[in-house]
């Protein structure tokens, strides 16, 4: 089996090299990317976001967020009753999986209730709708063939309900598919980990690890015909130098995550660049273990030695755009143009000495040295020795996981398109032990007293207004916590100028159905 698909990769790949002067170019879209984290296509347990383009662009979900807006997807209509603690779900009727079977309210039961019955890694996207494997057969049910009802616990917040519902996560999955080939009570996991079951617009050609990742059109999807690519081929490039190469040779027509100074460089004539939000964040851990950062003053000195435009600098300022919040732009509850610490080195060095007679020695673990080597500059200037340990980005997750950092940088993305996930992340402590090592505020040993509760009431506020004015206290408050959020990430990506017409992304997946129509 192994040989066969690797026939076939190797296949496709030597079919690459002229694609600008094939006439069927013209109906096949490439993409040059990474994709070597991806180790699995099962919704329930992806987690890389490398794997997303396939996801978003193979499955259907109830909903889909589409320029931050929720907008039915699967779903007919819905109403949530008894005050919110139930929604009820209206299905689509005449949609189809890429088999040819109907889409029913059967395979959406099965495919949230499997979410949870596994929990998987993609579960913690779903986990805010407070569903247990004790209590999802009776809470996700079918009412009748086209009718499902989600009843949860306490009332939640209709914004938070319905953008866990479009999270890549709650993919439909063909149940009597995934029936077949379920061995051992698995769920059908063995076999989606190379598999597909959806009925997105696109559907599973061939997947070679670490190589290329093939999807072709789905001849059942709705709209099918108005597909401009029928294949669409995602292939594993690592190394920017030889992207750049291809897309100017014609041998892909989309590369992703330049450098910024490598993306403004190239001709625009020829190309399309856009910047896309990440819906990701970096910001700077201080352990409170350690006998100087659980100082209040070393705080306070602290902020007054983060430059904002540091991270733009060494980045570049659309790469990396300063945040000093919690919550990115195009979320609810962003704060515009919130107040700053104001940056002075030597009110923080008079601070320090005034403390400890001197300057202080802190580690820093970073896994990007030239970012960590500017910070050691500043932080000198301002009474703090900063001792870099360098280590790869496994190791320093590791150490960050185990709470063995003092200092330390870290990116975080959202699990879902509501608020919610960053604010759980950075406020909430752990229910139990295996939770732990997910949550910021434990990794840190952070006092977050109080902001639990505000972060819980905001999950349960049906008005969005009343909801927004919740988290963005919770984010002016935090400012008081020994942690701190420093800038918001975009994507690169660089389009050949045959790809005109309107571009939809979902985070950082492009999808291909609504990018190009024959009539664009």
Same mark, same amino acid.
């Given at each position: 089996?192994?040989?066969?698909?690797?026939?076939?990769?190797?296949?496709?790949?030597?079919? @690459?090299?002229?694609?600008?002067?094939? +006439?069927?170019?013209?109906?096949?879209?490439?993409? $040059?990317?990474?994709? !070597? *984290? &991806?180790?699995?296509?099962?919704?329930?347990?992806?987690?890389?976001?490398?794997?997303?383009?396939?996801?978003?662009?193979?499955?259907?979900?109830?909903?889909?967020?589409?320029?931050?807006?929720?907008?039915?997807?699967?779903?007919?209509?819905?109403?949530?009753?008894?005050?919110?603690?139930?929604?009820?779900?209206?299905?689509?009727?005449?949609?189809?999986?890429?088999?040819?079977?109907?889409?029913?309210?059967?395979?959406?039961?099965?495919?949230?209730?499997?979410?949870?019955?596994?929990?998987?890694?993609?579960?913690?996207?779903?986990?805010?709708?407070?569903?247990?494997?004790?209590?999802?057969?009776?809470?996700?049910?079918?009412?009748?063939?086209?009718?499902?009802? @989600?009843?949860?616990?306490?009332?939640? +917040?209709?914004?938070?309900?319905?953008?866990?519902? $479009?999270?890549?996560? !709650? *993919? &439909?999955?063909?149940?009597?598919?995934?029936?077949?080939?379920?061995?051992?009570?698995?769920?059908?996991?063995?076999?989606?980990?190379?598999?597909?079951?959806?009925?997105?617009?696109?559907?599973?050609?061939?997947?070679?690890?670490?190589?290329?990742?093939?999807?072709?059109?789905?001849?059942?999807?709705?709209?099918?015909?108005?597909?401009?690519?029928?294949?669409?081929?995602?292939?594993?490039?690592?190394?920017?130098?030889?992207?750049?190469?291809?897309?100017?040779?014609?041998?892909?027509?989309?590369?992703?995550?330049?450098?910024?100074?490598?993306?403004?460089?190239?001709?625009?004539?020829?190309?399309?660049?856009?910047?896309?939000?990440?819906?990701?964040?970096?910001? @700077?851990?201080?352990?409170?273990?350690?006998?100087?950062?659980?100082?209040?003053?070393?705080?306070?000195?602290?902020?007054?030695? &983060?430059?904002?435009?540091?991270?733009?600098?060494?980045?570049?300022?659309?790469?990396?755009?300063?945040?000093?919040?919690?919550?990115?732009?195009?979320?609810?509850?962003?704060?515009?143009?919130?107040?700053?610490?104001?940056?002075?080195?030597?009110?923080?060095?008079?601070?320090?000495?005034?403390?400890?007679?001197?300057?202080?020695?802190?580690?820093?673990?970073?896994?990007?040295?030239?970012?960590?080597?500017?910070?050691?500059?500043?932080?000198?200037?301002?009474?703090?020795?900063?001792?870099?340990?360098?280590?790869?980005?496994?190791?320093?997750?590791?150490?960050?996981?185990?709470?063995?950092?003092?200092?330390?940088?870290?990116?975080?993305?959202?699990?879902?398109?509501?608020?919610?996930?960053?604010?759980?992340?950075?406020?909430?402590?752990?229910?139990?032990?295996?939770?732990?090592?997910?949550?910021?505020?434990?990794?840190?040993?952070?006092?977050?007293?109080?902001?639990?509760?505000?972060?819980?009431?905001?999950?349960?506020?049906?008005?969005?207004?009343?909801?927004?004015?919740?988290?963005?206290?919770?984010?002016?408050?935090?400012?008081?916590?020994?942690?701190?959020?420093?800038?918001?990430?975009?994507?690169?990506?660089?389009?050949?100028?045959?790809?005109?017409?309107?571009?939809?992304?979902?985070?950082?997946?492009?999808?291909?159905?609504?990018?190009?129509?024959?009539?664009?």
């Amino acid at each position: 089996m192994f040989k066969k698909n690797w026939l076939i990769a190797l296949a496709i790949l030597l079919g @690459l090299g002229n694609c600008s002067k094939d +006439s069927s170019s013209k109906s096949r879209l490439i993409v $040059a990317q990474k994709l !070597s *984290s &991806i180790i699995t296509l099962d919704p329930a347990d992806v987690f890389e976001t490398e794997c997303m383009d396939f996801i978003f662009n193979t499955y259907q979900r109830l909903f889909k967020t589409i320029g931050g807006a929720v907008q039915n997807d699967l779903v007919e209509s819905y109403e949530f009753v008894e005050g919110g603690k139930i929604l009820r779900l209206t299905i689509k009727k005449d949609q189809y999986f890429s088999s040819g079977n109907v889409v029913t309210a059967e395979d959406v039961v099965y495919s949230l209730r499997r979410l949870v019955l596994m929990q998987k890694a993609a579960y913690i996207m779903f986990a805010p709708l407070g569903f247990t494997p004790q209590s999802v057969r009776q809470h996700i049910r079918e009412v009748d063939p086209h009718t499902v009802e @989600l009843e949860f616990q306490n009332p939640l +917040s209709k914004d938070l309900v319905l953008t866990c519902l $479009a999270a890549s996560a !709650s *993919s &439909i999955l063909d149940a009597a598919l995934v029936k077949e080939h379920t061995v051992n009570d698995d769920y059908g996991a063995a076999w989606l980990r190379s598999a597909g079951a959806g009925s997105g617009p696109l559907m599973l050609g061939v997947w070679q690890p670490g190589e290329v990742l093939t999807m072709k059109r789905n001849p059942y999807y709705e709209d099918s015909d108005d597909i401009k690519f029928t294949t669409v081929i995602l292939r594993h490039v690592g190394d920017v130098a030889t992207q750049m190469l291809l897309l100017k040779r014609g041998e892909v027509d989309i590369i992703r995550d330049l450098p910024q100074e490598q993306s403004e460089s190239v001709d625009k004539e020829k190309y399309d660049l856009e910047y896309i939000s990440k819906a990701q964040i970096w910001y @700077l851990n201080l352990n409170q273990s350690n006998k100087y950062l659980k100082n209040p003053a070393v705080h306070q000195a602290i902020r007054h030695l &983060i430059d904002y435009s540091v991270m733009s600098k060494v980045l570049g300022e659309k790469v990396a755009q300063p945040l000093p919040t919690l919550v990115p732009s195009g979320f609810l509850g962003h704060i515009t143009n919130p107040e700053l610490p104001e940056f002075n080195p030597e009110k923080a060095r008079e601070i320090i000495h005034a403390e400890y007679g001197g300057d202080i020695e802190i580690e820093f673990d970073t896994s990007m040295l030239a970012l960590a080597q500017v910070y050691q500059s500043i932080f000198a200037k301002g009474g703090i020795k900063l001792k870099l340990n360098y280590f790869d980005a496994r190791q320093a997750i590791s150490r960050l996981r185990k709470r063995q950092h003092q200092m330390s940088l870290k990116m975080f993305g959202a699990d879902y398109n509501d608020p919610h996930t960053f604010i759980t992340t950075f406020v909430l402590l752990p229910q139990n032990e295996s939770q732990a090592v997910t949550f910021v505020a434990w990794r840190n040993s952070l006092d977050v007293e109080g902001l639990q509760e505000m972060a819980h009431k905001a999950s349960t506020i049906m008005d969005t207004t009343e909801r927004t004015k919740i988290y963005e206290e919770i984010q002016r408050r935090y400012q008081k916590v020994p942690l701190i959020p420093l800038a918001e990430i975009y994507a690169t990506i660089l389009f050949s100028k045959r790809l005109s017409g309107p571009r939809i992304f979902i985070k950082e997946a492009l999808i291909y159905h609504h990018l190009y129509k024959k009539d664009v």
